[in-house]
């Protein structure tokens, strides 16, 4: 009658004896391999404002505005704002995945919390600022030139 | 394809230009649009079989432009590929689908059964794994239901899907249905009016409908005639419209 | 005799047995049900109407939040739908990861459900062992494409990550490790009489109504028929792999949860084989058009998910975006058939006959 209960806790023993599988995580942060999609970290020089990421962007977060090349010897346009709203991104990765120069890049933080729904609102200084833990691969979409990659 | 070549192209303007594609792609878009005037403007009633004609060969090296003019056809021509003239079409380049017969041997059954005329079309829809489809108006809808359920040569008691199409010029509920006595399956494609889209309810004969024919009121608004508790299944109660139809429009743009 | 009196009782939305938001009016009678009402709506987003202006690629992501239990096979459903109306051909390595993902997304899928059911009929360690080793697929879906739930992996023509160097053997391990902890879980659940008692023999019921109601999955096949389309309508590299279709005997509560445990064991021999087979080298992308423009035409395919069966009925008129998309999400159908379970029951059984039908209302609602 009572033999499963019985096996049962013999497999509570025998796990008192295993190593601890919880992490401490406030304390201690949690290490994230390094695909992990996390706050994008974005390059103003290295962006051609091609406005692919925010076409591909699921939720429209992203908003971002060009205006022409200071220097009158280069071509095409500089980036003048880039905004992303974090209340709606999903953190899906599509914008880094089409960005043909690696303007924007996926990084491992991931800790968004904040006090005000305001402070989502990222600006093109502080996703620059955020150029911590910087994932190795990113665009599937390079543009290769003969010279190797464009920057 | 030719697709691809032409994506391709695209690609290289791009690493020119660096912004090509949004205005390449608002080319296409006029393109459809105006193509699409001419057709909205005639009725319904392109359901002619001649009209097939223009949307039929998609496999074609043509690129995109004509191919955009049959999507652009109000929906009658959706449907273009699987219209008897294009069946007969694409029967000559292509073998007879492997489930022909079978569809050939319901055709017959259900001749006998409900008369000529009960089923407006039939087709085997290559894309969607070969499946038999027929097409009915909603006029016959229940007697074909009823038959395909209780047939002994048919029995498809299973209902895998329900599904609300609005092709504005009709609405239409598409059903799949699963044999597990026969191991066959079927589509049908019951078609109703837009402003008043009705279909009778086939709750009775499926169980697995009833929810489903609730979400399709829900979202399409297509009354299911008979239905013991036709009511909104997933919006709030007091919503206003059924945001799947195509002129519907949200209360907010915003969200 | 005691003079009785009808009441409603409302459970939910919030209501931690629901497992998610879903509400149940429910009529009773002292402690016997008399009637059942699910309300459902609460966590509805409109992913379907949101996917009339997204482009196929767009629609992906969208599809991780149906059944986020699984997302792995939603993402499945819709590239493969697109796939087959597009006609495209897809590299063998970028199969074999597919089947891989969706395969260790049913262990975790059904990790979850065991280890809430059991919390639902009142065992609390089954769960945090769950928890622990569904951990271990969530940690090899972080490293393989970044996310642990919201997975946005797959693509039309492929996969959009390789494996990483390592990955697949961390998989052959995980296998193992799996194949030990089922021993663990059956000493633990299995001959629990706890268990035995709230499960054997409740919430029966028979084949013709479980077809009747359109029930798929793990549901359909406790009363005992082998409808698993992984076998029936063999889709992605289904047919190269050798595996059984645990069905049921008496349909029962007890049946399903040994029906979903085989499941689990059927899978991680599915997984054992792929990592086998696994193709040295090759491209993980099929030749696919930069813009997807799918062909006009109308395509239904259903897929097996954790639940049942995931459908994905797609309408399209030739340009970028679908003219309709519908998924049949197999919780929908299956939560359908809860009123039927639950007139004449005990209330103390709600709870234990809602876990075993195994919803996510996040695929409920859609």
Known sequence: MVLGLVKGLGITLKNMTKPRVTYRYPDEPLKMPDRFRGIQYLDPEKCIVCNQCARICPTDCIQLTGKKNPDPEKKGKVLDTFDINFEICILCDLCTEVCPTEAIVMTNNYELAVYSRDELFKDIRWLHENNQNIRSENSTNLIKKPGGKTT | MSHEEQNEKELLKEEKELQPEPSADAKTEKKEGEENNPVKAEPGESDAPVTAKPGLPPKSSVPRAPRAAGAGKARPAAGARPRPAAKKAEKKPEEPSPLQPQLDRFLRLLKDRLGEGAVKEAYINRAGSHIPTLVVDKEHWLSLAQLLKEEESFQFDYLRLLSGVDYETHMEVVYQFYSFAHGHQIAVRVKTGRDEAKVPSVSHLWKAADWNEREAYDLLGIHFENHPNLRRILMPDDWVGHPLRKDYEPLDKEV | ?????????????????????????????????????????????????????????????????????????????????????????????????????????????????????????????????????????????????????????????????????????????????????????????????????????????????????????????????????????????????????????????????????????????????????????????????RVLRVPEGEIYVGIE???????????????????????????????????????????????AILGGIDIVLGEVDC
């Not at chain 3, 970028?320 to 029951?345: A, H, M, T």
Request: one cysteine or more.
């Open chain 3, 1 to 289: 005799m005691l003079r009785t009196e009808e009441m409603l009782l409302n459970v939910g939305p919030q209501h931690p047995s629901t497992h998610g938001v879903l509400r149940l009016i429910v009529k009773i009678d002292g402690e016997m049900i008399v009637d059942a009402e699910p309300v459902i709506g609460y966590l509805h987003r409109g992913t379907e109407k949101l996917a009339e202006d997204l482009n196929y690629t767009q629609i992906i992501p969208y599809t991780d939040r149906m059944d986020y239990l699984s997302a792995m096979t939603n993402n499945y459903a819709i590239v493969h739908a697109t796939e087959q109306l597009m006609g495209l051909e897809i590299p063998e390595r970028a199969e074999y990861l597919r089947v891989i993902v969706m395969e260790l997304n049913r262990i975790a899928s059904h990790l979850v459900w065991m280890g809430t059911y059991l919390l639902d009929v009142g065992a609390m360690s089954p769960f945090l062992y769950a928890f622990r080793d569904r951990e271990e697929i969530l940690n090899l879906f972080n490293e393989l494409c970044g996310a642990r739930i919201t997975y946005n992996y797959m693509r039309v023509g492929g996969v959009k990550w390789d494996a990483p160097p390592g990955w697949i053997e961390k998989v052959g391990t995980f296998v193992e490790y799996m194949k030990k902890q089922m021993r663990d879980y059956h000493a633990l659940i299995t001959g629990n009489e706890i268990f035995i008692s709230r499960t054997k023999g409740v919430g029966v019921y028979s084949k013709e109504l479980a077809i009747q109601y359109g029930l798929s999955g793990a549901n359909l096949r406790v009363t005992g028929i082998d409808w698993d389309l992984r076998k029936k309508q063999p889709y992605s590299i289904y047919s190269r792999f050798e595996f059984d279709v645990p069905t049921g005997k008496t349909g029962d509560l007890y049946d399903k949860y040994l029906c979903r445990m085989n499941e689990v064991v059927e899978s991680l021999k599915i997984i054992e084989q792929a990592v086998n087979q696994f193709p040295e080298g090759g491209s993980i992308m099929g030749k696919v058009p």
């Open chain 3, 305 to 351: 998910s954790p639940r049942g069966e995931l459908g994905c009925h797609i309408v399209s008129k030739g340009k970028d975006k679908p003219w309709r998309l519908k998924f049949r999400r197999p919780s929908f159908y299956n939560l359908q058939i809860l009123p039927v379970l639950l007139k004449g029951e005990n209330i103390s059984n709600l709870v």
